[in-house]
């Protein structure tokens, strides 16, 4: 019997977490996008395979150039990447707790999100908002 895998993060407890941040802020919630995931999850494999840590790819792609890639036609789009933490709720706290990357989660013009753990603890959550 052939099955579809779920996307591994669409569980409601990453879209709670965000969004609960993003509530103590008065942001709008943003949703899941299984084609965020693709990019993300995309980017977490080739760090972890290819053993480098950036938000450039090993080819020089920027987070833009991997949305668009994905067939995603973005307005605005932002990239947080993390390496080490163990569970969502360790890197998820230590975005919050990172000028930068809590700057990304909350950021007004987010409506939607993609998140993907790869080998090694490799995060990557990609924050966005179609044209």
């Avoid at 290819?50 to 790819?57: E, I, P, R, V």
């Avoid at 969502?88 to 939607?112: C, D, F, P, T």
């Amino acid at each position: 019997m052939f099955s579809v895998a779920a996307p591994v993060f669409v569980d409601p407890v990453a879209t709670q977490i965000i969004n609960d941040i993003r509530k103590d802020k008065r942001r709008k919630p943003v949703r899941y996008s299984t084609q965020l995931e693709g990019v993300a999850k995309a980017h977490a494999d080739e760090m972890a395979s290819k053993g480098y840590f950036s938000h450039t790819g090993a080819n020089g792609s920027t987070v833009g150039s991997r949305t668009t890639a994905q067939g995603y036609k973005w307005c605005f789009v932002a990239e947080n990447i993390a390496q080490g933490q163990r569970s969502l709720e360790q890197v998820m706290a230590g975005w919050r707790s990172s000028k930068g990357h809590y700057k990304n989660i909350i950021h007004k013009k987010a409506r939607e999100f993609g998140l993907a753990r790869g080998a090694g603890n490799t995060w990557v959550m990609v924050l966005a908002a179609p044209c």
